[in-house]
């Protein structure tokens, strides 16, 4: 990115020539990657003369004017059709932009398209998407993670220097460690979610996803900050971009959950993830066993809050206030056939539960034990981060799985096994690459913080970048 901006600054290049050749690579890679669902180039090159206008002016609205940018497509922007990856919205054209567009545009950013999703956000795989699978780009066999795959495999292929995903249960650094891009969850309320299709508000959040954690950093300032049209947005500071001191390891106390190393983690990214800790050791970082025993319960509890608020986020799209309509001979002829014709089967199949949860029979079993085990998480992860400053662990336990290997839909949930304790507690976790498995695959680590570290996650990605780095130079991984 570095490379990008100063050439734009000396005028080695241009914003329609940087724009132009993103578009030439997603027009090369994208048929057998199948990273967007709607590419704007008409709309990019404007966006690009315009961006190139202001330079020449000397009234570039940032740094980053004239930089293009993906943006996961449950994620509002006017003028251009945001689909969820949905046959219920597959025409829907957005008449006003979500708050973190508003913010890009303001810096000038150059918005290419809209990227692929599991349908409304419910997938770890982008297999659930109604406009086709997206195929991770280091192995078309196998998927890109979910449900921001789209957003992850365009930065992996270079279709686009960086892009935004949303993560309710891992999905930006589930996908990140799959694709081998950093992707961070921030702290929930530091960035707005107005205009952000809801999957679960209380769990929700749009985060960056790039190839280096400067470049991740860099967009997270320009997409943080309070929002008063979202009523979960914190008070919080603006987001500055942390100084890259080596000093930051020194004394850093690294809590080491030993419920993360255990059955079911595959050895290789066990190995790759304890060396990232060993080099952090090495530079002055002093690891800590801890114990983090209530994520044993963070799946079940995150799938039933999940599939609660899906139910009733989704009831408004029933074919008269929202949503594709088929016409029928009476009203819930017409509800039940635009609902089918619209979702998808796992839509259908968490809209299901989440009824069922949320049923007057069920609420007390179901809904209300699940907000408790989720204070118990919370504090069990806030009792923790007393003790620490960050808390280290894979981001996910395997690499990439084959496309149509997890067809058991719990085995899919499993996906999320190490990303929904941050969700359900509100932390920022960071996903940073930490090497390739014997594959050639990509694996990540997770750096989980208290609330608004964000920059202190940063910074130990920034490190462990280094160090990966080095080690690939050297032959080490």
């Known amino acids: 990115m570095k490379e990008l901006i100063q050439s734009l600054d000396v005028r080695e290049v241009s914003a329609q020539e940087i724009v132009q050749h993103h578009l030439e690579e997603i027009a090369q890679h994208d048929p057998g990657i199948h990273a967007f669902i709607t590419v704007d180039q008409e709309g990019a090159l404007r966006q690009a003369d315009d961006a190139d206008r202001r330079r020449a002016q000397g009234q570039a609205l940032s740094p980053f004017d004239g930089i293009p940018i993906a943006v996961k497509d449950n994620i509002s922007t006017k003028g251009l059709r945001t689909t969820c990856g949905s046959r219920m919205l597959e025409d829907y054209v957005p008449l006003f932009d979500a708050t973190v567009i508003s913010r890009l545009r303001r810096a000038g950013l150059v918005l290419v398209g809209k990227t692929n999703l599991d349908e409304f956000a419910m997938g770890s795989s982008t297999e659930?998407?109604?406009?086709?699978?997206?195929?991770?780009?280091?192995?078309?066999?196998?998927?890109?993670?979910?449900s921001s795959g789209g957003s992850a495999a365009a930065v992996a292929a270079g279709e686009v220097p960086w892009s935004l995903g949303t993560d309710t249960g891992g999905s930006i650094r589930q996908p990140a460690s799959f694709c081998g891009v950093v992707g961070l969850k921030p702290t929930y309320g530091w960035v707005s979610r107005y205009g952000v299709v809801a999957l679960a508000p209380s769990l929700d959040q749009v985060g960056p996803m790039a190839k280096r954690v400067e470049d991740a950093a860099a967009l997270f300032a320009l997409i943080a900050g309070n929002d008063p049209r979202d009523a979960t947005s914190a008070k919080a500071p603006s987001f500055q971009v942390p100084a890259w001191d080596p000093e930051v390891l020194r004394d850093l106390r690294v809590g080491v959950p030993e419920e993360f190393f255990s059955a079911g983690l595959d050895s290789q990214v066990e190995h790759a993830v304890r060396g990232c800790l060993r080099q952090?050791?090495?530079?002055?970082?002093?690891?800590?066993?801890?114990?983090?025993?209530?994520?044993?319960?963070?799946?079940?509890?995150?799938?039933?809050?999940?599939?609660?608020?899906?139910?009733?986020?989704?009831?408004?799209?029933?074919?008269?206030?929202?949503?594709?309509?088929?016409?029928?001979?009476?009203?819930n002829t017409m509800f039940a056939k635009s609902r089918s014709a619209g979702f998808g089967s796992e839509v259908k199949r968490r809209i299901m539960l989440g009824t069922y949860v949320l049923s007057a029979n069920h609420y007390e079993a179901y809904y209300e034990?699940?907000?408790k085990v989720r204070t118990l998480i919370k504090e069990d992860v806030l009792d923790a981060l007393s003790q620490v400053d960050v808390i280290i662990t894979p981001t996910t336990p395997t690499a990439a799985f084959q496309i149509g290997a997890k067809r058991d839909p719990l085995e899919m949930y499993l996906s999320d096994l190490f990303t929904a304790m941050a969700n359900l507690s509100g932390i920022p976790a960071l996903s940073v690459p930490c090497g390739l498995n014997s594959h050639g695959l990509p694996m990540g680590i997770q750096i989980m913080g208290g609330n608004f570290s964000e920059a202190l996650l940063f910074q130990v990605g920034y490190m462990i970048e280094q160090g990966v780095e080095g080690s690939a130079r050297h032959g080490q991984l």
């Open 128 to 146: 659930y998407s109604a406009f086709g699978v997206t195929h991770n780009p280091h192995d078309h066999s196998r998927v890109p993670g979910g």
């Open 280 to 331: 952090l050791e090495d530079q002055g970082a002093v690891l800590q066993p801890l114990s983090l025993a209530t994520n044993a319960y963070a799946i079940d509890t995150y799938l039933t809050l999940v599939t609660a608020e899906a139910s009733s986020c989704l009831a408004r799209y029933d074919g008269v206030r929202y949503g594709k309509r088929v016409e029928a001979e009476d009203s």
């Open 369 to 371: 034990q699940a907000q």
